[in-house]
Structures are given as C-alpha cells and as structure tokens.
C-alpha cells in the first residue's frame, strides 16, 4: 500500500450532492424519456429553481477493470494475465512517445479489498463522486466483475464514493496483443438472448442496486448501456427493445425503487472493432424512453486528428468536443452529460512487432499529446463552467477515465505526474466557479 500522506479535504460532503431525496412533494410520471424531458425542462425554467453551483456537479468517473486475474484471460491469453502485462512491456513507438507510463502504485491487483480502498479514498479526497463501473456479461456469463465484486463491495471503505453500473455491451475481440497485419478474432458477441437480458436485470437489481452506495439519481437508479446498436440488434425491433427496458423498469420498482435512470453512451465514430452507431438518436430516446445520455471518450466524437499521425493534440481535440456538445445541448430531448477526457494512446495493446508507419484498424491510432495535468484542468475548467450555465439537470461530468491504463486515459497518479490529474479535479470542482 502507498503510505503517501492526504491532506486533510476542505470540500462538502459530496456522496449526496445533487441527489434527490427518495420522496420527493412533486408528480411524477413514470414514462421514461417523458419524464425526463419534463425534469429537465421545468429546472432550466423556473423562476423558483435554486442557481447550481459548482457543489451541485457529479463528476463520476469511468472504471475499467482490466487489471486482476480472471479465468477468461488465462483462456484467451495465459494463466495470470491482465492488461498489465501489456503496460508495463509498452515501448515508444515513434521519437518523443512517452511509454510505458508507470503507475505510482504499482501494478496492484484491484480485486484485493485493500487495494480498492486505497483507490476509493483518493476518489473520495480529490473529488470523484462515482465510479461508474465498465460492467461486462455475456450469454454465456460475466467478465472482469471481480474488481467490483471483490474489490469495491468488500472494501471497508465503499461507503466514502457511490458506484454504478454501465453495461459494456461491445463484441469482445481480441485486441490485448492485435498486430493489425493479422486476423482479429471475436471472444464474445456482445448481442444476447432475450433471456439472458431477464437474467442481468434480475443480476443488477439484486446485487448491485440493493447496494447503500449505488448511485442513484433523484432515487432511482443510474444504469447506462455502451452500445446501442449491438443492444438493438439483441431484440430485433426498436419496439421488442422498448417492451424490455419496460420489463427492467417494472422490476426495479418492483423492488422498492421509484423508478430507473436509464442512460446510453452516444458516440459517432467507434474506437473498437464492431462498433456502430445508430441513425437517429432524438427519436431513439423518445422510442426507447432514455433518461439520459453521456459520452465514454472525445476520442468517439472525432477528437483524433488523423492527418498529424502519429500524434494529435489535446486542446484541439477538446475543441472539436465542445463544439460536438453545444450541438448536443439542443439536439436531443433529454439531458446529456458532458464528458470530460484525460487522454488517448492505445498502443500497449498493439503488438511489438505491429507496423506504426500509418494508421491501422483498432490500435495504431494518433496518440493524443499536450495532455498535462494543466491542459486537463483547464478542460476542466471549460466544461464546469459551461454545464453550470447550461440548462442540464442534474448537473453530472463524466471522466475518461479513472484507469484507462491501456488508452492512457487515468486519473490514478502515474510516474510522470504523480497525482497532477486528481488535483485538476479537486481544483475544478472542489472549488466555488469564477463568476
């Protein structure tokens, strides 16, 4: 464990903050995205609607749990991999690539309550309120749930953040290792049976909502799904994918809750093999009765500029972002989440002998640079303060990511710059926003 001393917080209690209570003296009416175009649209007019301030923003931060031993690795790869192995072997691929970055940690094993806890009290003392879990199952049963299920729910300390689920319902290929010159295999289909979606509602409600630190907003709990599209094709129809969310909503309350926040991942242009993005998401949230939407990286939202490979720059790829998320303030009928993106470099997964002359399919992509703690700060900044002025309810960032280690996306302190992004966070929204 890392004996580094914290300093004592000085922000609010946060794990709350911008949470309903669980009764609420208002009329709500259980249709799903009617529901919360009504929310959304009643916060940005009332003249009685409090001003939010900078301690009404969530800022939940993506988890992908990559990084402890589990059967199906040992199946695919060897007995005891984990994605760490691709870290900590990673090498500069053209002149001035920083690799491999190091984790300040070490390369702890995150289904070990311990190291879990060690990872909830820096979220907890630098200001990330959630840890949204990239939470994978399959037909044939889950993967990588171990760091959630022995490690977060087994923590002495998993009351100090909230958790939640997003189903990352991709196609697992095997990309850990992929030399773009070979064939690429598929693990596991990310479309199941209708049955096998009864199984994870029933999964989900039971273990994981159930939980006292499940995020939840205004009482009901926040569920988001990665991939629309391979989600769609589970059911056929829009209209067989309408009637299961309803199923979904109906258990949840059946549980004791008032309802379920529903979100999924909007993203245009994929990042991994057999991604797709559906036509027409304003009627896509309407049809399917979406609380919300979000995105998972600006990587998705043309972040990446291709014509300067092998690298891109951070600020410009903030910049095509934010003008993506001005449009999305008024193009959809639901709120959507700003996110906000530590950085981009997927090459430990390419293999060592893969060409890094051009571009290729799924892991010789632009490395983002200029990606310093103060450039992420100062994204920060941006976005805090444009969500603030914004008509969003409630007010929710979300982070790529808290340990993206094999993209390079992570909040954890690494041998570079120690905990420069965790301070950028508690900077940004520990504090009171610039008038």
Not at 115 to 131: C, L, S, T
Not at 271 to 288: E, F, I, S, Y
């Amino acid at each position: 464990m890392n004996s580094r001393t914290m300093k004592p917080s000085t922000r609010p209690d946060r794990r709350t903050r911008g949470m309903r209570p669980l009764f609420l003296p208002t009329v709500v009416i259980l249709t799903g995205c009617t529901y919360a175009i009504a929310s959304d649209t009643a916060a940005s007019k009332s003249t009685t609607q409090p001003r939010a301030g900078v301690n009404d923003i969530i800022v939940a931060a993506y988890y992908y749990p990559c990084t402890h031993p589990h059967p199906r690795w040992d199946k695919a790869k060897y007995p005891g991999f984990t994605e760490w192995d691709l870290v900590r072997k990673a090498k500069p691929r053209f002149r001035g690539h920083k690799q491999p970055r190091v984790p300040l940690w070490g390369y702890q094993d995150e289904s070990d309550p311990d190291v879990m806890a060690q990872k909830i009290a820096a979220a907890a003392e630098y200001g990330v309120d959630v840890f949204i879990f990239d939470w994978y199952y399959y037909d044939d049963g889950p993967y990588l749930e171990r760091a959630l299920d022995r490690g977060f729910l087994k923590a002495r300390n998993n009351d100090r953040i909230k958790f939640s689920l997003m189903w990352a319902n991709h196609d697992w290929y095997d990309i850990q290792g992929y030399n773009p010159a070979e064939p690429i295999e598929l693990l596991y289909p990310g479309k199941v049976a209708p049955a096998t979606w009864e199984k994870i509602t029933d999964l989900v409600i039971a273990r994981y909502f159930k939980h006292p630190s499940y995020w939840k907003i205004d009482g009901k709990p926040y569920f988001s799904i990665y991939d629309m599209g391979v989600f769609l094709d589970s059911f056929g129809t829009i209209e067989a994918a309408r009637k299961a969310i309803d199923r979904f909503r109906a258990k949840v309350q059946a549980a004791g809750f008032i309802g379920l926040h529903l979100n999924a991942i909007l993203w245009g242009r994929p990042n991994l093999p057999g991604g797709k993005t559906p036509a027409d998401w304003h009627r896509l949230c309407v049809d399917l009765g979406l609380d919300s939407l979000t995105g998972y990286t600006w990587v998705h939202h043309g972040a990446l500029d291709y014509s300067t490979f092998p690298i891109s720059d951070y600020v410009q790829g903030r910049d095509v972002y934010l003008k993506f998320w001005e449009r999305a303030l008024s193009e959809f009928p639901v709120p959507y989440f700003p996110n906000v993106t530590v950085n981009w470099d997927n090459s430990p997964r390419a293999h060592p002998d893969a060409a890094w002359d051009k571009p290729a399919p799924h892991v010789i992509n632009p490395v983002m640079v200029g990606n310093t703690p103060a450039a992420f700060e100062e994204a920060c900044r941006i976005i805090r303060d444009r969500l603030l002025a914004a008509p969003t309810r409630p007010k929710v960032v979300t982070v790529n990511a808290w340990n993206e280690w094999p993209e390079g996306s992570v909040l954890e302190p690494e041998q570079e710059y120690g905990y420069g992004y965790l301070e950028a966070i508690k900077a940004v929204f520990g504090t009171a926003a610039s008038p």
